[in-house]
């Protein structure tokens, strides 16, 4: 029966995927994905020799109607994004909202996604928490910043490595040196690292070293 099956693929550690996941990724007509060149590791790592078509923000709207006439066809397709769950700041809710509105089945595997290991070893309250993903780099970030100044859940941001100083001097500016934050970096990699503490504290740490590897910055929510 043709489906549409979200894959999360690991954000670091190869071993960091289910065996379920392995099983549909081999099963799968077609596996649509970001970057061919990397997914391509995952699958020689694991022996899958399902072929590969890429899908990603630049050329979904393109790709859209055909890959969703494929799966009407009777075809079986899997999405996996570069590292953690499709749909999560990566490629795949237009073609989940397209699959759903042409009644076609969608499933989503359970797996790796960033944020959730980083927001328990923050240290910060998780019972409740705001996803906000990436930031936009100029227009709405003053908007958005204004908005979040009364949030008092925990927030949680993905974040380049290159704009990691500036974006903790944005949250200086909106938020207080005083406010607790966490840092993560490498998640499940060999190099990972977990740093807490004051905004300020993190500015001065991060400004004397080299950053490298995907961020999540997970920030303390306004004191009630």
Same mark, same amino acid.
Not at 44 to 60: P, R
Not at 134 to 144: E, N, S
Not at 153 to 182: C, N, V, W
């Given at each position: 029966?043709?489906?549409?099956?979200?894959?999360? @693929?690991?954000?670091?550690?190869?071993?960091?995927?289910?065996?379920?996941?392995?099983? !549909?990724?081999?099963?799968?007509?077609?596996?649509? =994905?970001?970057?061919?060149?990397?997914?391509?590791?995952?699958?020689?790592?694991? +022996?899958?020799?399902?072929?590969?078509?890429?899908?990603?923000?630049?050329?979904?709207?393109?790709?859209?109607?055909?890959?969703?006439?494929?799966?009407?066809?009777?075809?079986?397709?899997?999405?996996?994004?570069?590292? #953690?769950?499709?749909?999560?700041?990566?490629?795949?809710?237009?073609?989940?909202?397209? =699959? !759903?509105?042409?009644?076609?089945?969608?499933?989503?595997?359970?797996?790796? @996604?960033? $944020?959730?290991?980083?927001?328990?070893?923050?240290?910060?309250?998780?019972?409740? $928490?705001?996803? +906000?993903?990436?930031?936009?780099?100029?227009?709405?970030?003053?908007?958005?910043?204004?908005?979040?100044?009364?949030?008092?859940? @925990?927030?949680?941001?993905?974040?380049?490595? $290159?704009?990691?100083?500036?974006?903790?001097?944005?949250?200086?500016?909106?938020? #207080?040196?005083?406010?607790?934050?966490?840092?993560?970096?490498?998640?499940?990699?060999?190099?990972?690292?977990?740093?807490?503490?004051?905004?300020?504290?993190?500015?001065?740490?991060?400004?004397?070293? @080299?950053?490298?590897? +995907?961020?999540?910055?997970?920030?303390?929510?306004?004191?009630?």
């Amino acid at each position: 029966m043709s489906k549409l099956y979200l894959v999360p @693929t690991p954000i670091g550690n190869l071993e960091d995927i289910t065996l379920r996941a392995i099983r !549909i990724l081999k099963e799968v007509d077609l596996i649509l =994905c970001e970057d061919t060149r990397q997914s391509k590791q995952l699958l020689v790592h694991y +022996e899958i020799k399902t072929s590969l078509s890429s899908f990603h923000l630049h050329n979904e709207h393109k790709k859209l109607s055909s890959i969703v006439e494929q799966i009407k066809a009777g075809r079986t397709m899997a999405l996996i994004s570069d590292a #953690g769950t499709p749909g999560i700041s990566d490629p795949g809710f237009l073609l989940v909202r397209e =699959c !759903i509105k042409e009644g076609l089945e969608v499933e989503t595997l359970a797996g790796a @996604t960033a $944020f959730v290991p980083a927001l328990i070893n923050s240290g910060l309250p998780s019972q409740r $928490f705001s996803f +906000e993903g990436f930031l936009p780099q100029k227009k709405g970030l003053k908007t958005r910043m204004e908005g979040l100044q009364t949030e008092e859940r @925990t927030m949680i941001f993905y974040e380049s490595p $290159f704009r990691l100083l500036k974006t903790l001097d944005l949250f200086i500016q909106y938020f #207080g040196s005083d406010r607790h934050a966490s840092v993560s970096r490498e998640i499940s990699k060999f190099y990972e690292e977990n740093q807490r503490g004051t905004l300020l504290e993190l500015k001065n740490y991060f400004s004397q070293k @080299t950053i490298k590897g +995907e961020i999540v910055i997970v920030l303390a929510g306004k004191e009630a």
